[in-house]
């Protein structure tokens, strides 16, 4: 991906920064024997510990993002990893697309960078609110109203015609 503006460095640490910002009480640690970063995350139920992985390159691969929270629903079906709590709460085809159009069109990698960071963030409070919501009414099926994509090539493909996961 080639975008106008900063050198690669520089998005990759805009985009941490913007993480950050994004977060109360952020700091960096390593888990894992990775670099993340790790703060508190609004959700419609109060706050989350989450743990965002530091991407080398952001832009086009969606940073994987951990959820240690006792209520979180450690399944396939809710979107996080059945063995550790690593949500998936981005299609990866879409995010690159997205980018790689965004470069195309000359948007500037700190706007990029933001965008990137607004998007991780905000999908994730929305997944947490709904894990939170589930956990508090006994909710144990993901609800068809609840719109989301299936995993995997079946994702892509609803992806692409523009449908969702048919519950």
């Given amino acids: 991906m080639k975008c106008r503006g900063r050198t690669f460095a520089d998005t990759v640490s805009r985009f941490r920064g913007c993480i950050k910002k994004g ?3 952020p700091r960096e ?6 670099p993340w970063v790790f703060g508190n ?10 743990f965002v992985q530091k991407s080398v390159n952001p832009l086009l691969k ?9 209520w979180v629903r450690k399944n396939v079906s809710w979107h996080c ?5 690593a949500f998936c709460w981005v299609l990866p085809e879409k995010w690159q697309e997205h980018f790689n159009q965004q470069a195309l069109n000359g948007i500037d990698t700190r706007t990029l960078a933001k965008d990137a960071a607004g998007w991780l963030l905000q999908a994730m409070s929305i997944q947490l609110s709904r894990h939170w919501i589930s956990d508090r009414d006994g909710i144990f099926r993901w609800p068809k109203e609840w719109e989301d994509y299936s995993h995997e090539e079946e994702g892509v493909r609803e992806y692409r015609e523009g449908t969702y996961r048919k519950s």
Avoid: K, N
């Fill in 41 to 50: 995350l609004a959700h419609q139920g109060g706050m989350a510990r989450v």
């Fill in 29 to 34: 640690v390593t888990l894992l024997r990775r």
């Fill in 81 to 85: 990893h059945p063995e550790i709590p």
């Fill in 23 to 25: 977060l109360d009480s």
């Fill in 62 to 70: 969606p940073p994987t993002v951990l959820c240690p929270e006792p």
